[in-house]
Each structure stands twice: as C-alpha cells, then as structure tokens.
C-alpha cells in the first residue's frame, strides 16, 4: 500500500509533500514526492497535500468504549472497544481494570490474555492491561468501588501477573497505603510502571516513592489532594520529580485548561502522558451506564456518579490532541510527543510503535485540515476511513 501527498511527521524529521510505503504490516519506506515505481502497489491513496500523518495514539488508561469495558471480560467487549477506537485515532491501547473484587479483576486478566494471543487485524491492538487499584487510599477512591480496596500485597500482585501471562504493564497504587512501599519496589523489580494515583501521599512520601521505583502519576490532579503552598503533596511533586511522566485527562472538565497550561509549563512536552480514562459510555447517547457495578450517569459529555464524584471520561483521543494544542499552544508535533511517544516509551514498546520511521509498526492516522482522523491503519490495516464509514 502506498499513501502520498502527505505531511508526513516522521520521527527524525518534518516532510512536505512525501509518501509512505507499507508492506507486512511494517512501514517498509518513506521519501519525498512518489516512488518511482508508484504503479505497482496494490493501493495507492492519494491526497491533497492539505493532509497530515502522523504516528497512531497510544492510550494507556482507557477502561471502555461503545458499550463495553474491559471489566465486562468477555472477548466481545475487547473486541468492540478496539474497533470503536480508530475513529479517534487510537491504534492501540492497555485495557484498563477498576477496583473490584479479586474473582472479576482475575476474569478480566484471564480475557486480556486470551485475546492478545489470537487479535484480531483492523482493530487498535491491546498492548496489556493497566491494572488501577485495587491497592490504593479510600480516601481517594473517587469512582473506585471502596468496598474492595486492598493494602499493597506483592504476592498476589505477582500471582495476578502470572496469571495474565505477565501482560499488566502498568499499576495505578497509593505508596502511602500499608506496604504500598513494598509493592512499588516489587514493580521495578518485575519491570512494571509503578503509577501514584487514587493516593493521598505527601511530597516525602512521593519522594520515597520514586526512589523506591515509581515512574509515573495517574490522571494528574484527579484523585490526590489540591496542591497547597504548604503542602505540595502528588502534584507538587509531579512537577518537581523529572523521573515521573504525568497522565492527563484534557478534556476540559476533569482539569481547567489553565490547570492544564501550568502543567505543560512545568513537565514540557517529554514527561507528559494524554490518556481518555473513557468508560463504556464513549461514543453513546447521554444515559446511565455501569462503572465497576456502580450507576455512571453521563449528561453533556460528563460522566458522574450518583454523589457527583466524576467517574472516568467520554474523551476521545483526537479531541485531546486538539484540546490540548488549544488549551496550552503547542503544536501537532508536541501533542504527537505526548499522546504517541511518550506512552510508548513508558510501556517499552517505542521500538515498534509510538512514531514514524522505516521498520516500526504502520500504526498510522491520516488528518485533514481541522486534525480530525479520516484514515486510521492498525499494524498497515485499514481500521478507520471516514469516507467509507459516512
């Protein structure tokens, strides 16, 4: 397949008016202008020079979408989330648990597993599981089920990661918790991103935490104390600590955009992670939907519990790029950086995905003049075409 009349925002470089070559899947050439031998690809979709590609979002704390969610455990609902997520251009993602009882995150991890050995082409590819809770503080718990919270327990992490066949990449914890300290240590030494999310942790703690292995925040600013002059807490230290990349969720509810500005500021575009946090209700009407067995009501694009606490997102990906460009002025190339690079980074698989380059995955999105997807290819499939699906 052969794609031309790009801006094509490689890794290693801007081009103008340039094509790209796919083959088995893999990115097989890039250059200027057309091949020279452009009539023998099997395909050849030519564009305007209006267009832009750039390399496939990777969303790394994403619980749902069009009716289903991870927690659902069935092969059908991973099935429907990694469809429904080309649209926004997503091409791959880490499906996202909630605090639950030990039996359901189990059956979650056991269908995680089964559906990465055999996944389907055309579809966002699940790179793992981002497993948040249940090892977090209650007194953070926001949308997460209180009932089943637990303490750090490094042994049935461990049990819990054989049983998916060592496919959790990343875990959302509160250090401060009783041997929270202990799992996150268990984490570096197992290669997992150990996450402070849902923590009330102080900046010391924090501290400690880092030294101890943690490398990333979850959803910054949500789920952990305001900062305070006196007491910077999570998000103080998120600023200040260079190891850890921060999760955001840009929607312009769940952060104002000013809150989202002094982040940029201060993190820049390399340690900055855009994630969706999205329920099932992504891309559904306005209604009540189910959340980790709790009653998710969703109005205007907001989703609440009962009491108010928001509980996850109906953000999609492409709007995040565009909110986050809006909200802070950066450019294509920083949101790029944050919703592709970085997340591919953090989870180990840059060596294949995450940017542009001859050899890695065609995990690409093709976007017009307002950065909306009009053409999304999964591992050189075509997943998305908005000409087609309108």
């Given at each position: 397949?052969?794609?031309?009349?790009?801006?094509?925002?490689?890794?290693?470089?801007?081009?103008?008016?340039?094509?790209l070559?796919?083959?088995?899947?893999?990115?097989?050439?890039?250059?200027?202008?057309?091949p020279?031998?452009?009539g023998?690809?099997?395909?050849?979709?030519?564009?305007?020079?209006?267009?832009?590609?750039?390399?496939?979002?990777?969303d790394?704390h994403i619980?749902?979408?069009?009716?289903?969610?991870?927690?659902?455990?069935?092969?059908?609902?991973?099935?429907?989330?990694?469809?429904?997520?080309?649209?926004?251009?997503?091409?791959?993602?880490?499906?996202?648990?909630?605090?639950?009882?030990?039996?359901?995150?189990?059956?979650?991890l056991?269908?995680?597993?089964?559906?990465?050995?055999?996944?389907?082409a055309?579809?966002?590819?699940?790179?793992?599981?981002?497993?948040?809770?249940?090892?977090?503080?209650?007194?953070?718990?926001?949308?997460?089920?209180?009932?089943y919270i637990?303490?750090?327990?490094?042994?049935?992490?461990?049990?819990w990661?054989?049983r998916?066949?060592?496919?959790?990449?990343?875990?959302?914890?509160?250090?401060?918790?009783?041997?929270?300290?202990?799992?996150?240590?268990?984490?570096?030494?197992?290669g997992?991103?150990?996450?402070?999310?849902?923590?009330?942790?102080?900046?010391?703690?924090?501290?400690?935490?880092?030294?101890?292995?943690?490398r990333?925040?979850?959803?910054?600013?949500?789920?952990?104390?305001?900062?305070?002059?006196?007491h910077?807490?999570?998000?103080?230290?998120?600023?200040?600590?260079?190891?850890?990349?921060?999760?955001?969720?840009?929607?312009?509810?769940?952060?104002?955009?000013e809150?989202?500005?002094i982040?940029y500021?201060?993190?820049?575009?390399?340690?900055?992670?855009?994630?969706?946090?999205?329920?099932?209700?992504?891309?559904?009407?306005?209604g009540?939907?189910?959340?980790?067995?709790?009653?998710?009501?969703?109005?205007?694009?907001?989703?609440?519990?009962s009491?108010g606490?928001?509980?996850?997102?109906?953000?999609?990906m492409?709007?995040?790029?565009?909110?986050?460009?809006?909200?802070?002025?950066?450019d294509?190339a920083?949101?790029?950086?944050?919703?592709?690079?970085?997340?591919?980074?953090?989870i180990?698989?840059?060596?294949?995905?995450?940017?542009?380059?001859v050899?890695?995955?065609?995990?690409?999105?093709?976007?017009?003049?307002r950065?909306?997807?009009?053409?999304?290819?999964c591992?050189?499939?075509?997943?998305y075409?908005?000409?087609?699906?309108?």
């Amino acid at each position: 397949m052969l794609l031309s009349g790009l801006t094509i925002y490689a890794e290693d470089r801007l081009i103008e008016n340039g094509y790209l070559v796919i083959d088995g899947g893999k990115i097989a050439a890039i250059g200027e202008g057309e091949p020279n031998d452009a009539g023998r690809y099997g395909r050849h979709v030519r564009f305007d020079g209006k267009h832009k590609l750039i390399p496939g979002m990777i969303d790394i704390h994403i619980h749902g979408a069009a009716g289903a969610d991870t927690m659902d455990a069935t092969l059908d609902a991973l099935m429907t989330i990694a469809k429904a997520l080309p649209k926004e251009g997503t091409t791959s993602f880490l499906a996202t648990t909630i605090t639950q009882k030990p039996e359901a995150i189990e059956s979650a991890l056991d269908n995680v597993k089964t559906y990465m050995d055999d996944q389907p082409a055309g579809a966002a590819e699940v790179l793992g599981v981002h497993l948040e809770g249940p090892f977090i503080n209650a007194a953070k718990a926001g949308a997460q089920p209180i009932e089943y919270i637990k303490s750090g327990d490094p042994d049935l992490f461990a049990r819990w990661q054989k049983r998916s066949g060592d496919r959790i990449k990343v875990v959302t914890l509160a250090p401060e918790i009783d041997r929270g300290m202990e799992l996150v240590k268990r984490l570096r030494d197992l290669g997992i991103v150990a996450s402070i999310g849902h923590s009330a942790a102080s900046f010391a703690e924090v501290t400690e935490a880092v030294r101890a292995g943690a490398r990333h925040v979850t959803h910054l600013y949500n789920g952990m104390n305001s900062l305070h002059h006196r007491h910077p807490g999570v998000v103080g230290a998120a600023f200040l600590h260079e190891e850890l990349f921060a999760e955001m969720i840009v929607d312009g509810v769940h952060i104002s955009p000013e809150a989202v500005d002094i982040a940029y500021r201060l993190k820049g575009k390399d340690r900055i992670i855009l994630i969706t946090d999205a329920m099932r209700a992504k891309g559904l009407d306005d209604g009540t939907y189910d959340l980790g067995g709790q009653a998710v009501h969703v109005k205007d694009g907001v989703a609440t519990l009962s009491g108010g606490q928001l509980a996850g997102s109906v953000l999609k990906m492409d709007q995040a790029l565009r909110n986050m460009m809006r909200f802070t002025g950066a450019d294509l190339a920083d949101v790029i950086q944050m919703g592709a690079i970085n997340p591919a980074i953090q989870i180990g698989v840059y060596d294949r995905k995450g940017s542009i380059r001859v050899g890695k995955d065609a995990d690409l999105v093709v976007l017009n003049e307002r950065d909306e997807p009009v053409l999304t290819l999964c591992n050189g499939t075509v997943a998305y075409d908005r000409h087609k699906a309108s």
